[in-house]
């Protein structure tokens, strides 16, 4: 794929963040954005990289009515020896176009978006923080464009890649978070869109993430859509519990999001020597184990997080404390383990990280 890429000048150039400790996730935007559009019976074309900025769009777009939209989000990393680093962006690219499938978008060559993430990230490369505790977030989005009401896949689309220099997603960086077990909202059901990373699911979570929040807790803890009995997943991450030594984790029955940090950590865990089991759990079976003590952590890992302790869950009316509200050994474990790998500090024996220029 040939990318055309804007020229800008320096003096066209944003002003760098003054404070990287400060970034804080999501606030702040590079200079340049990578576009492409696709249109019904030709397919994507004019690649191009661009000054950051808003689209034209018509009032009547596909993604302003019927929510024809898929994103995806990972990382770019400084490593200490001036390395930029990407985490597993393929299977990025892989996860897209099984959302792109499931909502009647038209896929992206893997080869191209992968390509269009790594050009992007190096001419960007000034925006990477080397901060600990920062990263360089990348956030590849789907929409529909197309000017026409009635419910029906949009003809024209855009996909595009934004890029945003943040801090840690929570605000306490890694220290336990608490979470409010939802017990009438639903986030997905089988069937559903909820294994695609859609906007509408995240739409349909904002009520109840917000009823929790004013009372004082970090996430929703969703559980299943039929019995409200078993636990799916937090509200941006997925869920893990220990039983001692134990790494438990919902399986994936199509209305959990398949997150790449999750699979990572599996497969990081079992490489480490921890036993890893998907399956149902209850959440009957969580609070027993908090009670009779075989619970003894619980962490929510996704590509914003990384991995965050859960220190509390709050369940019918009792806030159950997980571990003394202290970060678990495993959780611990885990984490170091795993950043370490993104960042280019340890030895990568997975082939996960790849190497893209240099800051």
């Known amino acids: 794929m040939k990318i055309n890429v804007e020229p800008l000048d320096s003096h066209e150039l944003k002003p760098l963040f003054s404070d990287p400790g400060q970034l804080g996730f999501g606030k702040v935007f590079t200079d340049r954005m990578f576009v492409v559009n696709h249109k019904q019976g ?28 898929i994103f995806e989000g990972l990382k770019a990393y400084a490593a200490e020896d ?20 499931r909502m009647c978008m038209p896929t992206v060559p893997e ?26 977030y990348i956030r590849p989005t789907m929409i529909g464009t197309e000017a026409a009401l009635g419910v029906h896949p949009s003809s024209e689309y855009i996909f595009y890649i934004i890029l945003s220099p943040s801090g840690p997603y929570f605000k306490g960086g890694f220290k336990p978070v608490s979470l409010y077990v939802e017990e009438n909202f639903v986030r997905a059901a089988a069937g559903g869109t909820g294994d695609a990373k859609t906007g509408g699911n995240y739409a349909a979570s904002l009520l109840a ?80 184990g908090l009670s009779d003590g075989t619970l003894t952590e619980a962490f929510g890992c996704g590509t914003a997080a990384v991995i965050a302790p859960v220190g509390s869950l709050f369940y019918k009316g009792t806030n159950h404390m997980i571990n003394g509200n202290q ?23 997975f082939g996960w990280v790849q190497e893209i220029g240099r800051l």
Request: aromatic share 8%; glycine share 6%.
């Open 327 to 349: 970060v678990g050994k495993v959780s611990e474990e885990l984490y170091n383990r795993l950043v370490d790998i993104q960042f280019g500090r340890a030895a990568d024996p």
């Open 82 to 101: 001036g390395r930029i680093l990407l985490f597993r962006p393929e299977q990025n690219a892989r996860r897209m176009n099984r959302s792109a499938e």
């Open 111 to 136: 080869e191209d978006f992968v390509q269009a993430v790594k050009e992007l990230a190096v001419l960007e490369n000034r925006w990477i923080p080397r901060a600990p505790g920062t990263s360089l």
């Open 209 to 288: 993430s917000a009823r929790a929040a004013e009372k004082g807790y970090a996430q929703i803890l969703w559980l299943d859509a039929r019995e409200r009995k078993y636990v799916e997943e937090v509200g941006a991450m997925n869920i893990v519990f220990v039983f001692r030594n134990k790494l438990v984790t919902p399986a994936l029955t199509g209305s959990i999001l398949p997150g790449i940090t999750r699979a990572s950590v599996l497969q990081l865990a079992c490489h480490l020597g921890y036993e890893v089991e998907e399956r149902q759990i209850g959440i009957d079976e969580v609070i027993q």
């Open 42 to 69: 030709e397919g994507w074309s004019d690649p191009r990289i661009v000054r950051y900025g808003s689209f034209a769009m018509d009032p009547a777009a596909v993604v302003l009515h019927y929510s024809q939209e």
